[in-house]
């Protein structure tokens, strides 16, 4: 049966779980149950799915019964495949994906089902692209990882700088930074759980430190050098922003994506295009410190947690798999972006943009990235065929357009 005959529009897949009901939460406040939006809620237990549609409903105040709910299971192939069989787009919310993960983008490559999911974990989308490029190409299954906070403000943010920049000064910005100006959240325990995880895969298969530590592991095989190198540790002084910056624990993710949008969009970025991450800690001796601190943190943490014994032991003190930031502190939060993109010949050519949520980056506003990002590939016929896209190269103007109207980002060029 052709896609577009399917009977969902959209199923989500891991609708029990903390960014999963957010997910749905989202959907059925702004699309409800029977109208343009033909929606599931699906997962591996069908009284939790039933009792998270009840709670759904009755904050939000709608009748929810008409509303469908799925099962199966992620050691079940049958039932990932019969699942991607009835609907357009699986977006999914089962993670850590390297250990659940898998089967289902099997199932939508072959089935020629779109995908969107919440992957960070660079190593399992190298094997995901490498594993199923061919068979998605051939069955029109778009699969695009990265649909959360990683990476969506990232590569639509660069894509939109760089758009600007062309229509301006006919020419891409050579090198594009980000810079975390402020950002308020907290963290889950899925994705402390995926992050234990990659861990996990390092200790038991070591070659992992090599793709994690490579700025192009997610480009196509020809194109896996560049300018860039992997993200320093140690404080830079960054003239464009007038003060220090330090790590950005989320660049080794981000940077992989921006850079593969680049050779997916045909280098509408430049060949020899640059691009890094960092958060902005200010100018002066505090602006260094606090910049070196980020740094030691990120380092040592790591470090740290590197050791199975002491990783293991803990966890036991970190946020549960179901456990995140409460509803309070989601709507406290924000993040608030700043891009500089810097004209290859004129330096007063160069230009910034701004990009900003308006809720905390991992949950509130992550989850509507990820619904918008799953109703813009049902709805809004992207023109990319199937194969393995990054969010930018697949949805580029029409997500943009559905994060500002909808979903509470905004996309600016400073100054304007
Ligand atoms: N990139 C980003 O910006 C970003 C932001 C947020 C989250 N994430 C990622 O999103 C993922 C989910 O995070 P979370 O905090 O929402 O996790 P969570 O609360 O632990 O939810 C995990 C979900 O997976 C389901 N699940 C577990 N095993 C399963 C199986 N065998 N078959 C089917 N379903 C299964 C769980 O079902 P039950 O309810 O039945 O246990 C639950 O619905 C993590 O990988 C995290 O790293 C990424």
Known sequence: MDASEREFDVIVWGATGFTGRLVAEYLLGRYGVGGELRWAMAG????????????????????????????????????????????????????????????????????????CDLAGEVQWMRRMIDAHEATATASGARIVHACGFDSIPSDLGTFFLQREMRARHGTPARHVKLRVKASQGGASGGTIASMLHMLDEVEKDPSIRGILADPYALN?????????????????????????????????????????????????????????????????????????????????VMALMSVGPIRRGLSRFLPKPGEGPSKAQREAGFFDLEFHGEHPDDRGKSLRARVTGDRDPGYGSTSKMLAEAAVCLAKDEPATGGGFWTPASAMSDALITRLVERAGLTFTIEGE
């Open 44 to 115: 591996r237990n069908s009284e939790k799915l039933a009792a998270v549609r009840a709670d759904l409903g009755r904050d939000a105040g709608k009748d929810v019964d008409a509303l469908p709910i799925l099962t199966g299971d992620s050691a079940d192939q049958g039932s990932l495949e019969a699942l991607a069989a009835k609907t357009r787009v699986v977006c999914t919310t089962v993670g850590p994906y390297a250990t659940y993960g898998s089967g289902l983008v099997e199932a939508c490559a072959k089935l020629g089902t779109d995908y």
């Open 220 to 300: 196509p095989a020809d194109r896996r050098s560049g300018p860039d190198r992997n993200e320093a540790l140690a404080p830079t002084k960054d003239d464009d922003f007038d003060g220090w910056v330090g790590m950005f624990v989320m660049a080794g993710i981000n940077t992989r994506v921006v850079r593969r949008s680049n050779v997916l969009l045909g280098d509408l970025y430049g060949a020899d295009f640059r691009y890094d991450e960092a958060i902005l800690t200010g100018g002066g001796p505090l602006g260094y410190a606090k910049a070196l601190g980020l740094g030691a943190g990120t380092g040592g």
